[in-house]
């Protein structure tokens, strides 16, 4: 079946520009995360849905960032007034949510430059 | 989350098996071990999990020792196309809390021809 996707999957950007990027889940997994990847860095999470609420933001790196999901499907990473050191691949994965054991899976990502 | 350690990077032979270790002597009771790997330019796709029993799936199996301080990841065959990084993470059960994954630095797998 179809996996996680997202767009754009390149993203170029002034600095001060505000970005979209967009995340679809696996249809029926309830639980969401973002996280990015600065170059030749591990990743750092973002932020975790579970349907449409987000009850772990800590993530988040500064008030420029904020995150929706809607109808408990896609999400929407929103960076306001871009900086450059916010240049990243920004991941998303989602898993089967409630309890239990589940591994997530990831998207391809998408990258961004902010020059 | 538990913090764990493993080797910048390993060689293996193309065929051989790959074992790749890693430390989480701080792993609490309810803390299971997760694999991940990241091929390169690619997001990190999900390898096994295990508690305390040793698991195996089509992928690899996944060692863990009798007091789960330390694991071992096993590619049985490795190919080319295993050369990735691949993360060792300790984390807790999802309807614990925080479900998000904590990822280290990774051992940087090359697979030599």
């Known amino acids: 079946g179809a996996g996680v996707s997202q767009s754009p999957s390149n993203k170029v950007t002034e600095k001060g520009k505000d970005v979209e990027l967009r995340c679809d889940p696996i249809s029926g997994h309830t639980a969401l995360y973002w996280y990015r990847q600065s170059l030749g860095q591990g990743l750092e999470f973002l932020i975790y849905?579970?349907?449409?609420?987000?009850?772990?933001k800590s993530g988040l790196p500064s008030d420029r960032f904020s995150a929706e999901r809607t109808g408990g499907s896609v999400s929407t990473l929103t960076i306001q007034r871009t900086q450059q050191e916010d240049s990243a691949v920004y991941l998303c994965?989602?898993?089967?949510?409630?309890?239990?054991?589940?591994?997530?899976?990831f998207g391809p990502g998408t990258r961004l430059t902010v020059t | 989350d538990a913090k764990t350690t493993q080797p910048p990077s390993m060689d293996c032979a193309e065929g051989r098996a790959a074992n790749l270790p890693c430390n989480h002597s701080t792993i609490s009771g309810n803390e299971y071990v997760y694999w991940y790997r990241q091929i390169h330019s690619q997001g990190p796709q999900y390898i096994i999990h295990g508690l305390k029993n040793n698991e195996t799936n089509e992928m690899a199996s996944l060692i863990i020792t009798e007091d789960r301080k330390s694991s071992t990841l096993i590619l049985p065959h490795a190919t080319l196309r295993d050369t990735a990084v691949y993360y060792c993470i300790v984390s807790g059960r999802p309807d614990t809390g925080r479900r998000a994954l904590t990822f280290g630095s990774g051992t940087r797998l090359q697979v030599q021809p």
């Open positions: 849905f579970q349907g449409n609420s987000a009850p772990d």
């Open positions: 994965a989602s898993s089967l949510g409630a309890s239990g054991l589940y591994e997530q899976y």
